[in-house]
């Protein structure tokens, strides 16, 4: 079941995806990564899906990641004593404290820490942008605005504070319940909804305790300005489109998704891009051109994972769906012009000796004509240092441990495999080859190249790089 990409899946689950039958025709369409949605359904919901994708595990014997993401925090209005209410241009609206429900001039905004950072001229958006407001005068528990854009607005619309940071955590009392529920589950990833900074990252990994990867979601703007510190801190990172469209215009969006590509290759961060991709399939059997377009400007950018979330959730064509990412994934990468693209990206090796055994790994592959970079690892620190190099050829994986081969399955290029060390050099011969022979990445006779620390088994002590001949037995 090797991949014939290197680019990956996500897919997220729902009511159109939970059955075992559905999930298992997702994997082989090509999905490398189940998504559980915390901010839909319950528990049991989410324990059924985890069992049915252990199952699926087992029964294909490949490593399944699965990533659970937190709701965050949702900033919403109150409700309405009549119903929706029709905002004009120019007119004034009252935000508040009041739990009164609301009218026409005013409405309750539960929440204390937004009008602690609003100040005259801040701007409010509601209803996912469609309607602004302007600051006029605010206090600890009011904003007077006037409506810059008008529109309908009904009960718990979602409110948006653009260009302002929020004294709130990304993790709500809900969310804290929802993610001690993943990691008793034993999720791989923990999806950080509302990182503004890159303090909620270390609130998290206390809470976490080493139990499951960090994918930090920049949903914010405000996470933007202090990128580099949250890729530093964070396992993995996801660019959040749709919600960073809310609060930035539009031409903003396929710049930043960019800045942030190159910042995670440039840290060997695995980043995800999301939201929106092939929305179209949601109701009909093929993408829009431009949805195509939108996959392949992801991929020919170098990212490590590009996202389902509706499309497979709640959509007709969940699997249609996972089908054409993949094949979209494929064909850009058989254009010489995404090879291109991804050498003149490459990143230089850091002052270290697993940098400098990863680049040596990737040229001599290269040179040489090799099949696969074959990786001993424990932690996955070099199984990412590799994929940081983007080598034309499979990465081969090969780890004991079983959460971290399920963990590497979403990097960019890593074929994963969950097996014993190696004891000798003998034996590291022998089982990367058996390795590259099962799983299709190279032949007998033709050369791997092997990286890996010794002693054995010891994380974090990449020293070796090895070239041998594939053999059976």
């Known amino acids: 079941m090797r991949r014939q990409h290197h680019t990956k899946i996500v897919a997220t689950l729902g ?114 942008g469609r309607i602004r407001l302007k600051v006029i005068e605010c206090g600890a528990d009011y904003a007077e605005t006037r409506v810059m854009v008008g529109g309908p607005l009904s009960d718990r619309k979602g409110v948006n504070v653009p260009g302002v940071v929020l004294s709130l955590s990304p993790l709500t009392a809900k969310d804290r319940k929802d993610l001690a529920f993943a990691l008793d589950l034993g999720v791989d990833w923990i999806g950080l909804s509302f990182v503004q900074r890159p303090e909620d990252i270390f609130d998290a990994r206390k809470l976490i305790a080493g139990r499951a990867a960090i ?11 202090c990128l580099d510190e949250i890729v530093e801190l964070t396992d993995s990172l996801m660019v959040a489109r749709g919600d960073l469209g809310v609060e930035l215009p539009p031409e903003d969006v396929p710049v930043l998704q960019k800045r942030m590509i190159r910042a995670c290759r440039r840290r060997g961060r695995p980043v995800i891009v999301a939201t929106q ?146 004891r000798s050099f003998a034996d590291m011969e022998k089982k990367a080859s058996a390795a590259a022979l099962t799983d299709h990445c190279a032949k007998t006779g033709e050369r791997i190249v092997i990286t890996a620390g010794v002693p054995f088994g010891t994380p974090g002590a990449t020293n070796v790089l090895r070239i041998a001949r594939v053999r059976k037995g």
């Open 15 to 128: 009511p159109a995806s939970s059955t075992p039958e559905i999930i298992e025709a997702l994997f082989r369409a090509g999905v490398d990564m189940f998504r559980l949605n915390f901010s839909h359904g319950v528990h049991e919901e989410h324990r059924e899906r985890y069992r049915i994708i252990r199952a699926l595990e087992k029964k294909v014997g490949r490593p399944i990641a699965i990533l659970a993401d937190l709701q965050g925090p949702k900033l919403r209005v109150g409700t309405f004593a009549e119903g929706p209410v029709q905002l004009k241009a120019r007119q004034s609206f009252r935000l508040d404290l009041n739990k009164k429900p609301g009218d026409g001039k005013r409405v309750n905004l539960p929440h204390k820490e937004i009008f602690q950072a609003l100040k005259k001229g801040s701007e409010l958006l509601l209803n996912d």
């Open 215 to 225: 994918c930090a979601k920049l949903e914010k703007p405000a996470a933007v300005d």
């Open 277 to 422: 991709m092939l929305e179209s399939m949601i109701d009909t059997p093929t993408p829009t051109r431009a949805e195509a377009s939108d996959v392949a400007t992801a991929v020919y950018d170098g990212a490590d994972a590009v996202m389902l979330s509706a499309e497979t959730a709640a959509g007709k064509y969940p699997v249609q769906a996972a089908t054409m990412m993949n094949r979209i994934i494929g064909r850009v990468e058989q254009d010489p012009l995404y090879w291109k693209l991804i050498d003149a990206e490459r990143v230089e090796p850091e002052a270290t000796s697993a940098d400098a055994i990863s680049a040596a790994a990737r040229q001599v592959a290269h040179t040489l004509s090799a099949s696969a970079v074959v990786t001993y690892t424990t932690s996955g620190s070099t199984s990412l240092r590799i994929a940081r190099e983007r080598p034309e050829v499979p990465i081969l994986s090969l780890t004991p441990n079983l959460e971290t081969a399920r963990k590497l399955v979403i990097v960019w290029g890593v074929h994963s495999v969950h097996t014993a060390d190696a």
